[in-house]
T-cell receptor, first 116, second 118 residues
Framework: KQEVTQIPAALSVPEGENLVLNCSFT??????LQWFRQDPGKGLTSLLLIQSSQREQTSGRLNASLDKSSGRSTLYIAASQPGDSATYLCAVRPRLESGGSYIPTFGRGTSLIVHP | DTGVSQDPRHKITKRGQNVTFRCDPISEHNRLYWYRQTLGQGPEFLTYFQNEAQLEKSRLLSDRFSAERPKGSFSTLEIQRTEQGDSAMYLC????????????????FGDGTRLSIL
């Protein structure tokens, strides 16, 4: 059974710092990995999607990397801003040869506070 | 593109009552997912539709839960005889499936329906 762990669970930093959020997964047979942002009381907003064949994806100040063999992904946030304050979740989709489950597995998220 | 919309945003009901939630996906998306999220946890998969066909159901989805997507557009999730443990945020997501069982398109989420059982 796939398990997804996100470390740290919570993070508080001053504005302007560069951040690294970690996501690890136990089964490396994945199809893709997706990073989301969730604001309090809201749904999830997709940030970056990395296919299993890719090493990284970038969008603005965000960069996500994937190392499938070690079961890790990192989300790098450059020059953090107070507006980046939210919970960041990663989700892993399994790769299946045939049949089986198609259920994506989410981590519990990292709660980020960026203070001015 | 108006995004995924869910209705109602909040639902408070007494234990034992039935509740129904609605999800309207992004119009061209053929795949629709329901998740449940409790405080401090990531979303847990409940069920998944491709067009009108319900293709997967989690073991979390007991026989008190039923989901439909009759015309392959909007979907409803009904919970019968609600229990305290059903209190959670119910999230809907949609995506455009490009073939086979896999989709390399990102999921787009609604803002959820928060259910509180008294």
């Amino acid at each position: 059974k796939q398990e997804v762990t996100q470390i740290p669970a919570a993070l508080s930093v001053p504005e302007g710092e560069n951040l690294v959020l970690n996501c690890s997964f136990t089964d490396s047979a994945i199809y893709n990995l997706q990073w989301f942002r969730q604001d309090p009381g809201k749904g999830l907003t997709s940030l970056l999607l990395i296919q299993s064949s890719q090493r990284e994806q970038t969008s603005g100040r965000l960069n996500a990397s994937l190392d499938k063999s070690s079961g890790r992904s990192t989300l790098y946030i450059a020059a953090s801003q107070p507006g980046d304050s939210a919970t960041y979740l990663c989700a892993v989709r399994p790769r299946l040869e045939s049949g089986g489950s198609y259920i994506p597995t989410f981590g519990r998220g990292t709660s980020l506070i960026v203070h001015p | 593109d108006t995004g995924v919309s869910q209705d109602p945003r909040h639902k408070i009901t007494k234990r034992g009552q039935n509740v129904t939630f609605r999800c309207d996906p992004i119009s061209e998306h053929n795949r629709l997912y329901w998740y449940r999220q409790t405080l401090g946890q990531g979303p847990e998969f409940l069920t998944y539709f491709q067009n009108e066909a319900q293709l997967e159901k989690s073991r979390l989805l007991s026989d008190r839960f039923s989901a439909e997507r009759p015309k392959g557009s909007f979907s409803t999730l009904e919970i019968q005889r609600t229990e305290q443990g059903d209190s959670a945020m119910y999230l809907c997501a949609s995506t455009l499936g490009t073939g086979g069982r896999y989709s390399n398109q990102p999921q787009h989420f609604g803002d959820g329906t928060r259910l509180s059982i008294l």
